[in-house]
């Protein structure tokens, strides 16, 4: 459903993705693991066409995407079909979490407003959070805001869920209630492509898990082979430091 070829970025004289290429089927759970710094929120935010790439190619479903100049319709007709989670939530501070849901269905998304207001309601019972519905989110903890975010990025039903490191903000305690709605949507088949240090979650869920270092893909498999059997020393020594989130 999703393919990528040559894809390439640099700042300035820094090659942040070198020639990366990466498939996700529909129904697939994919996992990109690896050092900070090493590209992974940069290739989701060429995914999501955030910024232009300098060489690369996309296929979406039926869409043919220059990753590097992609146009106005092709860019919207991409965003309509990708959920993005942010690791700091992004929610809009002044509106409620019901509002923040509408305003993506129907700005965003064309919905008018009869169906924008049942499908919130649906999304918000699926994280849980219809005590909040009204709620603003400065009023929320960071697990609540951030299954507020989710409930967002899946509302206008997505064809692909990118989620960068959606547990990396919350205190520890918070992030078991946020990974139950991610594993809630895995079971719904839900196509997923999951930037987490959270090694436990990766192994649960992921179909198969890419390790990103210094923007280029130096391991790629099945998920158990890539965590107890790396093959390549970086990889190794980024499980090793990252070992107290295996759980
Ligand atoms: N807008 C930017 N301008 C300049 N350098 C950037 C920018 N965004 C990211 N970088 C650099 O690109 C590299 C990869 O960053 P990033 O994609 O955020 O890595 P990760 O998400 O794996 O931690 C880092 O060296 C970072 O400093
Ligand atoms: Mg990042």
Known sequence: ?????????????????????LTIERGEIVSVIGPSGGGKTTLLR?????????RGEMTLGDLVV??????K???????????FVFQQFNLFSHRTVKE??????????GYAKPEAEKRAAEVIAMVDLEDKTDAYPITL???????????????????LLILDEPTSAL???????????????ATQGMTMLLVTHHIGLARELADR?????????????????VLEHPQTDRTRSFLERVRNLWR
Request: proline share 6%; aromatic share 2%.
């Open 171 to 185: 205190d520890p305690e918070l992030t078991g209630e946020v990974i139950a709605v991610i594993k809630a949507l």
């Open 141 to 159: 903890s960071g697990g609540q805001a951030q299954r507020a975010a989710i409930a967002r990025a899946i509302a206008p039903s997505p064809d």
């Open 73 to 83: 319709k092709t860019t919207l007709a991409v965003r309509r079909r990708i959920g």
């Open 209 to 225: 898990v890419l390790v990103l270092d210094a923007g280029r893909f130096i391991e790629e498999g099945p998920v158990a082979n």
């Open 1 to 21: 459903m999703l393919t990528i070829e040559g894809l390439t970025k640099r700042y300035g004289a820094l090659v942040v993705l070198d020639n990366i290429s």
């Open 66 to 71: 220059d990753l590097k100049r992609p146009g």
């Open 100 to 109: 923040n849901i509408l305003d993506a269905l129907i700005y965003g998304h």
């Open 46 to 54: 060429m995914i999501d066409l955030l910024e232009p790439a300098d």
